[in-house]
């Protein structure tokens, strides 16, 4: 059977306006995304790099700690919850109890509100994800955070 014009398989998300994307405020930053999902990975870093930011990939909580305590802080993390080595609940743990530097956090999981998440829910996206809205969180906590010495 042939389908016509308007019969068409809807995409399972919808791509963010790239012209809305570019004009939107906040968008310059570093992000370090944390997934042992390769395929996740490369897409969460294909939208951000579209968006403009800049991007570092860590394969696991591991591999992003011995970022984190080696380097400068990214703008904001991307943290997936299940994955070998150091899970993203253990990896937030360290962030929040001051071992590594403080940095705003969106998670990306498959994980369900039964088990507790690190981060408020406001800043926890459901895979598979809407990209325009990972655009949305990540410029939201960019702009959140401090900039300054508090006086």
């Known amino acids: 059977m042939l389908c016509t014009s308007d019969e068409r398989t809807p995409a399972p998300f919808e791509y963010a306006n790239p012209d809305q994307v570019a004009d939107a405020p906040g968008l310059a930053g570093r992000v370090l995304v944390v997934d ?8 969460v870093k294909e939208v951000l790099e579209e968006a403009g930011y800049s991007v570092v ?3 696991d909580g591991q591999e992003a700690f011995d970022y984190l305590s080696q380097n400068p802080p990214p703008d904001c993390v991307v943290l997936d919850l299940w994955m070998p080595v150091m899970d993203g609940w253990s990896l937030a ?9 403080p940095v705003p956090m969106l998670v990306v999981t498959a994980a369900n509100a039964q088990f507790a998440y690190p981060v ?8 598979p994800f809407n990209p325009a809205r990972l655009l949305m969180l990540v410029a939201e906590l960019i702009e959140l955070q ?4 508090v006086e």
Do not use: C, F, M, W
């Not at 408020?120 to 895979?127: A, E």
């Not at 401090?146 to 010495?149: D, K, L, N, S, V």
């Open 146 to 149: 401090p900039t300054g010495a």
């Open 57 to 59: 990939l860590a394969n």
């Open 93 to 101: 743990s360290e962030v929040l109890i001051g071992r590594l530097p």
């Open 36 to 43: 042992d999902d390769a395929d996740i990975r490369e897409s």
């Open 120 to 127: 408020p829910p406001r800043y926890v996206l459901r895979k």
